[in-house]
């Protein structure tokens, strides 16, 4: 952006009027970071010798609770986005 035009003079989007929602991470990317770390530490885990994992159980296991993370991470946000004001444009 060139500092020589006042931001008044800028439309909307460079003036940097951005929603609310735009800096909130997704839900989809914080669960999918928290797989990526649950199987890096399982992963180190057994091969420390600490534990004997069986794959299909740790399978199993992220796969129900990254359905459950994302869906309550869903809900969470549809409800937020219903307290917003509408600007009567659908």
Same mark, same amino acid.
């Not at 997704?26 to 992963?43: D, E, H, N, P, S």
């Not at 299909?56 to 809900?75: E, K, N, Q, R, S």
């Not at 549809?78 to 509408?86: E, P």
């Given at each position: 952006?060139?500092? #020589? #035009? ?9 003036? /940097?009027? !951005?929603?609310?929602? !735009? ?11 928290? @797989? ?5 530490? $399982?992963?180190? @885990?057994?091969?420390? =010798?600490?534990?004997?994992?069986? /794959?299909? #159980?740790? $399978?199993?296991?992220?796969? @129900?609770? !990254?359905? !459950?993370? $994302?869906?309550? =991470? ?5 409800? =937020? ?10």
């Amino acid at each position: 952006m060139n500092s #020589y #035009y006042p931001a008044a003079d800028l439309p909307d989007a460079a003036a /940097g009027s !951005a929603e609310p929602d !735009a800096t909130r991470p997704r839900v989809g990317t914080v669960v999918w970071g928290l @797989i990526i770390i649950a199987l890096a530490a $399982l992963t180190v @885990i057994s091969r420390l =010798g600490l534990v004997a994992l069986n /794959g299909t #159980y740790v $399978l199993i296991g992220l796969m @129900i609770g !990254a359905g !459950a993370a $994302l869906v309550v =991470g869903g809900l969470l946000s549809a409800r =937020g986005r219903d307290k917003d004001t509408t600007n009567g444009k659908s």
